[in-house]
């Protein structure tokens, strides 16, 4: 569920490999702040829970006008700015305001498991890369270990008036339950080096060795889909490798430029690489970092590794007897939507 709206402002930090990466929500929080309160006056999203507590018992349901089959799917293929941090059920207190902005509809989110409402997110698309709600809402499920869906029998809100008399149904809210599921069958496999391990991060995994201060993280970015409107482009996906590479090298060396993506493989896919020393969390070190872009059609990947010099030598072969073992394999739930 959307638990404890006033959590909204703690912050968080998203970090990959030695390496802290901010990842960025762009809205107005005056602005969000202010709408935020007038709705916080009116209501609340609530789960169904078994032991609801003294206030929440106060708390009256409020029906939603449920949306049709047309309504719901185009509102899925609208799009937005890709952005998310935070935690899932803080990240869903904000995107409740700014999806009503961005979408002309109020997005909830919700969940009733435990794990899921605490689970950090960070955006996996490009800068101006603005994905469908469906392709946003998948990314969210990878994350979260989950699948999402609409249920028109589960649409409604809290509401604390003292009216009598029976509310009338609201218009322009949707509510997307988010479930956990078994542990995703990644799209990707590889050798994995003696003594490694690998630790799941939902749409990412942690490659860890047993005695040196590096690692190689694997991201599953996702489904990238060009407008409706605009033109088939066959180079669509190349287009978009060159534009994910690019967000990643400017996180960390925001002078990088796209003559610096050289051309590599991983297996037998194509891939655009691109290294730099950037700074690392210990004072006065810095680390290599090594990212590898590449796709499965539209389907984007990003692997990372950072290394300190003094373990270069020890531990990028084995990095590159990985990467040239990696292939892709069909992942048993590609779309996590229901």
């Given at each position: 569920?959307?638990?404890s709206?006033?959590?909204?402002?703690?912050?968080?930090?998203c970090a990959?490999?030695?390496?802290?990466?901010?990842?960025n929500?762009t809205?107005?929080?005056?602005?969000?702040?202010?709408?935020?309160?007038?709705?916080?006056?009116?209501?609340?999203l609530?789960?169904q829970?078994?032991?609801?507590?003294e206030?929440e018992?106060?708390?009256?349901?409020?029906a939603?006008v449920?949306?049709t089959d047309?309504?719901?799917?185009?509102?899925?293929?609208k799009?937005l700015?890709?952005?998310?941090?935070?935690?899932?059920?803080?990240f869903?207190?904000?995107f409740f305001?700014?999806s009503?902005?961005?979408?002309?509809t109020s997005?909830?989110?919700?969940?009733?498991s435990?794990?899921?409402?605490?689970k950090?997110l960070?955006?996996?698309?490009?800068?101006?890369?603005?994905?469908t709600?469906?392709?946003?809402?998948?990314?969210?499920?990878?994350?979260?270990?989950?699948?999402?869906?609409?249920?028109p029998t589960?649409?409604?809100?809290?509401s604390?008036?003292?009216?009598?008399?029976?509310?009338?149904?609201i218009?322009?809210?949707?509510?997307?339950?988010?479930?956990e599921?078994k542990?995703r069958?990644k799209s990707?496999?590889?050798k994995?080096?003696?003594?490694?391990?690998?630790?799941?991060?939902?749409?990412?995994?942690?490659?860890?060795p047993?005695?040196?201060?590096?690692?190689?993280?694997?991201?599953?970015?996702?489904?990238?889909s060009?407008?409706?409107?605009?033109?088939a482009?066959?180079?669509?996906?190349?287009?978009?490798r060159?534009r994910i590479?690019?967000?990643w090298?400017k996180?960390?060396?925001p002078?990088?430029?796209?003559d610096l993506m050289?051309?590599a493989?991983?297996?037998?896919?194509?891939?655009?690489?691109?290294?730099?020393?950037?700074?690392?969390?210990?004072?006065?070190e810095k680390?290599?970092?090594?990212?590898?872009i590449f796709m499965?059609g539209n389907?984007g990947y990003?692997?990372?590794?950072t290394?300190?010099p003094?373990y270069e030598?020890?531990?990028?072969?084995k990095?590159e007897?990985m990467i040239?073992?990696?292939?892709?394999?069909?992942?048993?739930?590609?779309g996590?939507?229901?």
């Amino acid at each position: 569920m959307i638990s404890s709206f006033l959590d909204f402002w703690v912050d968080s930090e998203c970090a990959t490999t030695t390496v802290s990466v901010s990842m960025n929500f762009t809205c107005s929080r005056i602005t969000l702040f202010s709408i935020f309160l007038s709705l916080l006056l009116s209501f609340n999203l609530s789960a169904q829970d078994s032991k609801p507590k003294e206030t929440e018992a106060k708390i009256k349901k409020q029906a939603v006008v449920v949306l049709t089959d047309a309504k719901l799917e185009k509102i899925l293929n609208k799009r937005l700015e890709g952005g998310m941090s935070y935690s899932f059920k803080q990240f869903g207190n904000m995107f409740f305001v700014k999806s009503r902005i961005d979408l002309g509809t109020s997005i909830g989110l919700m969940s009733k498991s435990k794990e899921i409402p605490e689970k950090p997110l960070q955006s996996t698309f490009p800068t101006g890369c603005n994905p469908t709600l469906r392709e946003f809402f998948d990314s969210i499920g990878r994350q979260t270990t989950s699948t999402w869906k609409y249920d028109p029998t589960n649409q409604f809100i809290g509401s604390q008036t003292k009216e009598k008399k029976k509310p009338a149904q609201i218009k322009d809210i949707a509510i997307f339950e988010f479930k956990e599921t078994k542990e995703r069958t990644k799209s990707f496999k590889f050798k994995l080096s003696e003594g490694w391990a690998a630790i799941d991060q939902g749409t990412w995994v942690m490659h860890r060795p047993p005695e040196y201060p590096v690692g190689m993280d694997i991201y599953e970015l996702g489904e990238f889909s060009q407008k409706a409107s605009e033109k088939a482009d066959p180079d669509f996906s190349e287009k978009m490798r060159l534009r994910i590479a690019m967000h990643w090298a400017k996180r960390v060396n925001p002078k990088a430029t796209e003559d610096l993506m050289k051309l590599a493989k991983v297996g037998k896919l194509d891939a655009l690489f691109y290294d730099t020393m950037i700074p690392s969390n210990l004072e006065g070190e810095k680390v290599r970092w090594r990212q590898w872009i590449f796709m499965d059609g539209n389907r984007g990947y990003f692997i990372v590794i950072t290394i300190f010099p003094d373990y270069e030598a020890k531990m990028f072969p084995k990095v590159e007897e990985m990467i040239t073992s990696f292939e892709l394999v069909k992942s048993e739930s590609d779309g996590p939507g229901e």
